[in-house]
């Protein structure tokens, strides 16, 4: 290893990318696009997209990280393929950008938070919405949500990421899984159940073109690929460590996350009318389920809680994603992490303040980042594989009792059927993104 910042322990890694990509994705957007979506054909195609996509995906990132132990850009460089570097400045850009509408959404995590405590937004959910959403108000919680993360990165890989990862992960399933078992006991509980967990496979043919972006972005975003974020924390691990172990991991966890979330968030929805209320833009997420703890029994308790896991998810992410921005420029310009965490998340702030003033924008960043960015970033990482040579796949058994098969099947894998699905998926998205512009949603 080299005398950069390196995880304590192969436990700490993990959860500091179960972190990462546990955040907003799973419990804010998931249960929301799913419900956009069709239901549990939606489920269907994202947990392809996770499993066959995803995993394999994350590996590519997971091999230039360990293998380079530098920042994204720089990785590259030590691995001898400095002429790629781009991609991982385009991963870097795309965590900026990112985080930039994310953390707005935090700042909303922690007016909903306080709104849980007073009841605030119990008489009218969506003009509680339309009061913390943009303006004031929103800016303000986005300054806190980016000061709290600028603390945390600022600390640095044991004492901020690790540490306050190790913390927040156990605490969002203990959370998530007694509001499970609690809306387990309401009325419309069955119905939730059904709506999420049955597929109509016929929903996913007549739909493909429009259920496969979100699903395959989505799958993106909740894995943290395509940020640069992996390549980053792999960079700080031992080399003795199982990188197909360490992803499944990752994987799983995260998985079980987004879909423990939507075993909390369907029964809520079909106890107070349905998942119909849910299926609108960024906002409906908060709107529909205010709405929701404001009708069922102890609600402004639940609601709490519900909006505090929310805040450790957010959280969790938002310091991957601030991460690497900052290991860049530390490692460049040889500024001290705090400055570095400072600078990046002042820029990260001021660049988030049109999101901040109005939901479209929000809504125009997040469609750039999921139908454009994050297809092309794991595209080129997947095209790098031609060009990479054995190194990669020694670095993939390198820590493991894995012989030849499994890493040919998973370095063809990646060369031949991960370009293609992304490339169809990058199609169908910036058709998406197109139409958007053109008929007046965004601006």
């Given at each position: 290893?080299?005398?950069?910042?390196?995880?304590?322990?192969?436990?700490?890694?993990?959860?500091?990318?179960?972190?990462?990509?546990?955040?907003?994705?799973?419990?804010?957007?998931?249960?929301?696009?799913?419900?956009?979506?069709?239901?549990?054909?939606?489920?269907?195609?994202?947990?392809?997209?996770?499993?066959l996509?995803?995993?394999?995906?994350?590996?590519?990132?997971?091999?230039?990280?360990?293998r380079?132990?530098?920042?994204?850009?720089?990785?590259?460089?030590?691995?001898g393929?400095?002429?790629?570097?781009?991609?991982?400045?385009?991963g870097?850009?795309?965590?900026?950008?990112?985080?930039?509408?994310?953390?707005?959404?935090?700042?909303?995590?922690?007016?909903?938070?306080?709104g849980?405590?007073?009841?605030?937004?119990f008489?009218?959910?969506?003009?509680?919405?339309?009061?913390?959403?943009?303006?004031?108000?929103?800016?303000?919680?986005?300054?806190?949500?980016?000061?709290v993360?600028?603390g945390?990165?600022?600390?640095?890989?044991?004492?901020?990421?690790?540490?306050?990862?190790?913390?927040?992960?156990?605490?969002?399933?203990?959370?998530?899984?007694g509001?499970?078992?609690w809306?387990?006991?309401?009325?419309?509980?069955?119905?939730?159940?059904?709506?999420?967990?049955?597929?109509?496979?016929?929903?996913?043919?007549?739909?493909?073109?429009?259920?496969?972006?979100?699903?395959?972005?989505?799958?993106?975003?909740?894995l943290?690929?395509?940020?640069?974020?992996?390549?980053?924390y792999?960079?700080?691990?031992?080399?003795?460590?199982?990188?197909?172990?360490?992803?499944?991991?990752?994987?799983?966890?995260?998985?079980?996350?987004?879909?423990?979330?939507?075993?909390?968030?369907?029964?809520?929805?079909?106890?107070?009318?349905?998942?119909?209320?849910?299926?609108?833009?960024?906002?409906?997420?908060?709107?529909?389920?205010?709405?929701?703890?404001g009708?069922?029994?102890g609600?402004?308790?639940?609601?709490?809680?519900?909006?505090?896991?929310?805040?450790?998810?957010?959280?969790?992410?938002?310091?991957?994603?601030?991460?690497?921005?900052?290991?860049?420029?530390t490692?460049?310009?040889?500024?001290s992490r705090?400055?570095?965490?400072?600078?990046?998340?002042?820029?990260?702030?001021?660049?988030?303040?049109?999101?901040?003033?109005?939901?479209?924008?929000?809504?125009?960043?997040?469609?750039?980042?999921?139908?454009?960015?994050?297809?092309?970033?794991?595209f080129?990482?997947?095209?790098?594989?031609?060009?990479?040579?054995?190194?990669?796949?020694?670095?993939?058994?390198?820590?493991?009792?894995?012989?030849?098969?499994?890493?040919?099947v998973?370095?063809?894998?990646?060369r031949?059927?991960?370009?293609v699905?992304?490339?169809?998926?990058?199609?169908?998205?910036?058709?998406?993104?197109?139409?958007g512009?053109?008929?007046g949603?965004?601006?």
């Amino acid at each position: 290893m080299s005398d950069r910042s390196a995880w304590t322990s192969r436990v700490g890694f993990i959860l500091a990318a179960v972190g990462s990509a546990v955040g907003l994705g799973n419990i804010w957007s998931f249960p929301f696009r799913t419900a956009s979506n069709g239901g549990a054909a939606f489920l269907v195609v994202y947990l392809v997209a996770v499993f066959l996509i995803g995993f394999p995906a994350m590996m590519i990132e997971f091999v230039i990280g360990r293998r380079g132990e530098q920042n994204p850009v720089h990785a590259f460089d030590r691995i001898g393929h400095g002429n790629w570097s781009f991609v991982g400045g385009l991963g870097a850009f795309t965590s900026f950008v990112t985080l930039a509408f994310y953390s707005v959404v935090g700042g909303w995590v922690f007016s909903y938070i306080a709104g849980s405590a007073t009841g605030a937004y119990f008489g009218d959910p969506a003009a509680y919405f339309g009061s913390v959403a943009s303006g004031p108000i929103a800016i303000g919680a986005h300054a806190l949500f980016m000061a709290v993360t600028v603390g945390i990165v600022a600390l640095g890989v044991t004492d901020g990421i690790e540490r306050a990862t190790k913390f927040m992960i156990p605490g969002i399933f203990v959370l998530l899984i007694g509001l499970g078992v609690w809306a387990a006991t309401l009325p419309g509980a069955s119905a939730g159940y059904s709506y999420y967990l049955t597929p109509d496979f016929g929903t996913i043919v007549n739909n493909f073109g429009s259920i496969v972006p979100p699903a395959m972005g989505q799958a993106f975003f909740t894995l943290s690929l395509g940020f640069s974020v992996m390549i980053a924390y792999s960079s700080y691990l031992d080399r003795d460590d199982s990188l197909p172990a360490d992803g499944g991991a990752i994987v799983v966890i995260n998985t079980l996350v987004a879909v423990l979330a939507g075993f909390v968030v369907f029964p809520v929805l079909f106890a107070t009318g349905g998942a119909e209320g849910a299926t609108g833009g960024s906002g409906t997420a908060f709107v529909a389920l205010a709405g929701a703890f404001g009708e069922v029994p102890g609600g402004q308790v639940l609601g709490l809680l519900f909006f505090v896991v929310l805040l450790f998810a957010a959280l969790s992410s938002s310091i991957s994603l601030l991460e690497v921005p900052v290991s860049f420029v530390t490692e460049q310009y040889g500024v001290s992490r705090a400055k570095g965490s400072l600078g990046m998340g002042t820029a990260v702030l001021l660049v988030g303040v049109p999101a901040a003033l109005g939901t479209n924008y929000l809504t125009f960043y997040n469609d750039v980042v999921f139908n454009l960015l994050l297809p092309i970033v794991v595209f080129l990482l997947a095209a790098f594989t031609w060009f990479s040579g054995r190194d990669i796949v020694d670095e993939l058994q390198r820590g493991t009792s894995l012989g030849e098969t499994f890493p040919t099947v998973w370095l063809w894998w990646v060369r031949l059927v991960v370009p293609v699905a992304v490339a169809v998926t990058l199609y169908l998205g910036v058709k998406g993104l197109y139409t958007g512009l053109t008929n007046g949603t965004y601006f």
